[in-house]
């Protein structure tokens, strides 16, 4: 039997969730901009509040960074309890354990309370490595956590065929469908109006309110919370130069059920979860660069995937999150003496976690309540270390702005149209693709994405099709050629 591999996440679209495109009111109290697991968790959390409330997306829910993750609720997290204590102290490290474990206690809370459907599954969390010289970076990992009094049990296996040198597990960690989760939790939000196919253009301060400018039309309201996974317009606290995008590929197969996940603690990503007789891995991760060469990385993890599992590869499809340089989140109000602009972001790849602690210190703060991570992640936050790794990550996105972009024998041109310049792509059928050359967000080179044939910003992720229409933000503005 030929077996043909998607190229789109596993997780299935439920087409029965119809949601407005057209907003009922452009009056509201809060606005939610982006429904990803952050704003739909917000949204949820504030349903009570007995304010106007309306959450608006630029495509459907959920159709972005959360549609394209692995979706393990896990507090293990590679090796990030070591990296706090480093670039912060002990305490930090201690305190955001805490928080995840807080928000793992609310999602899995929220699902039970709700009778989410969902597919929420407890698990065992393996950390591993697979190399020698990482067994006491494992061991400091482990001691860390047994510290913050979680038991932890030495393997020298996983469950299933695996090569490792050696191991750990903590119980008590889940995954879930976060597709599902999304589409079925916004039916317990009757309170709260949803409009998608709305995109939020700018943001502006009018006295004590704003008006909030979309393709859909000014919204007017008093409050804003911006969930859009990279903030889509440019926040102070110098947001641009404290994170990166990196990008990790995901591959799967049929494999027999196993109700474990496991990650690596080196610096090149191995992750396992299971989907009903699938598994799921991940791998080849990197930082987005104006030298990516794409074929490589797909073609090495689709190889890597195969060594490892011997089977036809059914799903591929590749994520990208926002790294912040000091490895916490940012949440929480834009400016400190700004309460009414809320943001969240860099969620270091378990936005799962983090998108749903973000939505609880976001409903404490417009609730007048108090939230013990609120000073962990403040926006307004500084670290030494962090203000290396910015200063650092400043060369790269100077090269970025500066360097004109690799291009590798792809039919990709560099012209002039009535003076301002274009990469022109001439494709199978000898028709002519033109897009503007630079990034519109902060004017960083796009690199041509050979494999999924779109044109990607290196600097903060922006991603655009082959004629230009934006498929990812930040950017809020198209590429194409304008009509003469
Ligand atoms: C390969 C990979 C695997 C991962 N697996 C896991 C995992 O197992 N566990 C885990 O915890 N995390 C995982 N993550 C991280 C996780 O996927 C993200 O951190 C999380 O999904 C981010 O959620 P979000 O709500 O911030 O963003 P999103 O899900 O991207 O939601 C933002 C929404 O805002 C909308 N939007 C954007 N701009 C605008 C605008 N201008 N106007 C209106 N709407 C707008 C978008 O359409 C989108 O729906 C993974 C990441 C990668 C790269």
Redesign the pocket.
């Known amino acids: 039997m030929v077996i043909s591999m998607k190229n789109n996440p596993i997780w299935d679209i439920n087409k029965n969730n119809k949601y407005n495109d057209s907003l009922k009111t452009n009056n509201v109290d809060i606005l939610i901009?982006?429904?990803?697991?952050?704003?739909i968790t917000t949204a949820y959390l504030l349903r009570n509040l007995n304010k106007r409330i309306l959450l608006?997306?630029?495509?459907n829910l959920?159709?972005?960074?959360?549609y394209?993750?692995?979706?393990?609720?896990s507090f293990i997290q590679k090796d990030i309890y070591q990296k706090l204590e480093k670039t912060y102290n002990y305490e930090t490290s201690k305190l955001y354990f805490e928080s995840q474990k807080e928000a793992i206690n609310i999602i899995t809370n929220i699902i039970k309370d709700e009778k989410i459907d969902c597919e929420l599954e407890k698990v065992n969390s393996y950390l591993f490595t697979n190399k020698k010289e990482s067994i006491n970076k494992l061991n400091k990992e482990r001691d860390l956590l047994k510290s913050f009094k979680v038991e932890c049990f030495d393997q020298q296996k996983l469950p299933i065929n695996y090569k490792i040198e050696a191991s750990f597990y903590v119980e008590n960690n889940y995954v879930f469908n976060p597709i599902k989760y999304i589409g079925n939790i916004s039916k317990k939000l009757n309170s709260i109006d949803i409009c998608i196919n709305?995109?939020?253009f700018n943001i502006k301060k009018e006295n004590n309110s704003y008006k909030v400018t979309t393709n859909n039309g000014i919204i007017n309201t008093k409050k804003v919370i911006v969930?859009?996974?990279y903030p889509?317009f440019i926040f102070p606290n110098l947001i641009p130069i404290r994170n990166y995008i990196s990008r990790?590929y995901?591959n799967t197969c049929n494999y027999p059920h196993n109700n474990f996940t496991a990650i690596n603690i080196d610096k090149d990503t191995e992750s396992i979860r299971f989907y009903k007789d699938n598994i799921i891995y991940?791998s080849n991760n990197h930082r987005l660069t104006n030298k990516i060469n794409y074929k490589v990385n797909y073609n090495d993890s689709k190889t890597k995937f195969k060594n490892n599992f011997n089977k036809e590869i059914l799903y591929s499809w590749m994520?990208?999150?926002l790294m912040t340089n000091d490895y916490l989140p940012i949440i929480g109000y834009s400016r400190k003496d700004n309460k009414n602009l809320l943001l969240a972001?860099g969620?270091n790849?378990?936005?799962?976690?983090n998108?749903v602690i973000a939505a609880k210190i976001i409903s404490d703060l417009i609730m007048n309540k108090k939230n013990k991570y609120y000073n962990l992640f403040r926006p307004d936050r500084i670290s030494l270390n962090g203000i290396i790794n910015s200063i650092i990550d400043g060369i790269f996105y100077a090269k970025a702005y500066i360097e004109a972009p690799f291009i590798k024998k792809d039919n990709i041109y560099k012209v002039k149209v009535n003076d301002e310049d274009y990469f022109l792509y001439i494709d199978k059928n000898k028709n002519k693709h033109y897009v503007k050359t630079k990034c519109p967000h902060m004017k960083c080179n796009l690199v041509f994405n050979k494999e999924e044939l779109t044109w990607d910003c290196p600097c903060h992720g922006s991603r655009f099709d082959i004629d230009g229409n934006i498929i990812t933000?930040p950017t809020?503005n198209d590429i194409k050629k304008k009509n003469n």
Do not use: R
């Open positions: 901009i982006g429904g990803g697991i952050t704003g608006i997306d630029k495509d959920g159709f972005d960074t959360t394209k993750s692995t979706a393990k609720i709305t995109m939020a969930t859009t996974h889509f990790e995901v991940v994520n990208q999150d972001c969620y790849a378990w936005g799962m976690t998108g933000s809020k």
